[in-house]
């Protein structure tokens, strides 16, 4: 593997967290936000730049980048791998508190600037067949947007099923290089002529990084495997024991047609169990 997953929350925040290359972060949201002309995002504050975490304080960092433009205006990007059917309540948490945390009173009101909440998911929350979603505050009848402070943008990986030449914008470029950079040997020729993923491409790879970095980015991918194989054994032990459960179910109405042989090779459960249901 010549480049890391972007999809790990490690890497995710290297390579769009680097305080010293916000350029790439710029581009990134410039591109998913559709922002053109004036609304253009010149320059950015990360207001949690990449660091290198202690793996024993993992569990209590929040791996999101939270950023300021220009205008004061707030973006929160967040990179979630696993299925989190909560997810679209914390965008809200997340945002609502970033916007409370503008102001320390209430005079103050006036000084609320906009927030935006840009989630990646390794999944699908909605029921839409688009992979990008925009969420805003709408008048019920008009459909106009009053109330314009908080704007949620929704990435669902799972979704996005489109070739690298298919890619014809910056945003499509960026959601199939989160999706697919660790399965590149090399920068492929639809980036070479964009500065902001060469840097991206440049960060993101493995032979760059320091020991420690190294060593967390192993161990966070270690964990969502273990994550993936529990929610899979659990789903399998689920189907076993709803077959059991079944075959139960079988047996119990044959108790009375048929011998305990016959009905153990109906069901697959032992004649010691069947002949114990006869004595319930």
């Not at 999809?7 to 925040?13: C, G, L, R, V």
Request: charged content about 35%; hydrophobic content about 35%.
């Amino acid at each position: 593997m010549r480049f890391a997953d972007p999809k790990n929350d490690i890497a995710f925040k290297k390579i769009f967290g680097d305080e010293t290359k916000t350029e790439v972060l710029i581009s990134f949201l410039n591109s998913i936000l559709d922002f053109k002309d004036s609304k253009l995002i010149k320059s950015v504050t990360i207001a949690n730049p990449y660091q290198v975490p202690k793996i024993k304080d993992l569990k209590n960092t929040i791996l999101d980048i939270k950023a300021t433009n220009q205008d004061d205006e707030e973006f929160i990007v967040e990179m979630q791998v696993e299925k989190d059917k909560n997810f679209a309540k914390r965008s809200l948490y997340y945002t609502s508190k970033s916007y409370v945390a503008q102001i320390k009173k209430a005079e103050d009101y006036k000084k609320l600037k906009k927030v935006y909440f840009i989630g990646i998911l390794d999944f699908a929350i909605f029921d839409t067949k688009d992979y990008i979603s925009r969420h805003l505050i709408l008048d019920e009848k008009t459909h106009k947007q009053e109330v314009k402070d908080f704007e949620f943008n929704f990435i669902e990986l799972e979704k996005f099923n489109i070739t690298l030449q298919e890619c014809n914008t910056i945003a499509k470029k960026w959601i199939y290089f989160i999706q697919n950079a660790e399965n590149f040997e090399m920068m492929p020729k639809e980036y070479e002529d964009i500065k902001e993923f060469k840097t991206a491409f440049e960060t993101a790879k493995i032979y760059n990084w320091s020991e420690k970095e190294l060593e967390v980015y192993d161990y966070v991918s270690m964990q969502e495997g273990k994550r993936l194989n529990e929610i899979e054994t659990a789903h399998e032990d689920g189907i076993e024991q709803g077959i059991e459960q079944r075959n139960i179910e079988i047996a119990k109405n044959l108790l009375d047609v048929l011998e305990n042989q016959t009905i153990s090779l109906k069901t697959g459960l032992s004649e010691e169990f069947i002949e114990s249901l006869r004595n319930i």
